[in-house]
């Protein structure tokens, strides 16, 4: 792993290359994010903390963009986590399954309600008529 801008001499880099390091760090842990993989995980996987990963997220506004898309498509990856569990359980397996299988499922749920929710919406579109009738009483 090389050394990071924020280990070296203020003097050495420019804030540039600090940002454009720490923008090229957080692209490879939100591809790790995105195939799934927890973000305490893939920070500690470029040899940082998830606290540094937020932290960074709150500062930059391009950061927390790349983080927020790669968690909406983390719920991809879960979801078929989820179903390659499902396919895979065994008798034997089947208590530790469904609770792996309800916890993918509700992180999925969590990422993309719309898609991976339990609530169904019903949408309309066209042209409604309410008549109001308002009476008075004498």
């Known amino acids: 792993m090389a ?6 001499p203020k003097s050495a880099v420019s804030a540039d290359e600090r940002r454009e390091f720490k923008l090229d760090v957080m692209r490879r842990i939100c591809d790790r994010i995105s195939r799934g993989e927890l973000a305490a995980a893939a920070a500690q996987a470029e040899g ?3 606290s540094t990963v937020w932290r960074w997220t709150a500062e930059d ?7 927020a898309h790669a968690k909406h498509q983390a719920a991809d990856a879960l979801a078929e986590e989820a179903i390659r569990i499902a396919l895979e359980t065994t008798n034997e397996t089947y208590s530790a399954d469904r609770l792996k ?5 509700w992180a999925a749920a969590k990422r993309r309600p719309k898609e991976y929710g339990e609530r ?3 949408e309309t579109s066209g042209e409604t008529t309410l008549n109001v009738v308002v009476r008075t009483e004498q």
């Open 3 to 8: 050394k990071t801008p924020a280990a070296l």
């Open 48 to 50: 940082l903390n998830a």
């Open 61 to 67: 506004e391009t950061a927390r963009t790349m983080y």
């Open 101 to 105: 299988v309800d916890t993918l499922k």
């Open 120 to 122: 169904q919406a019903v």
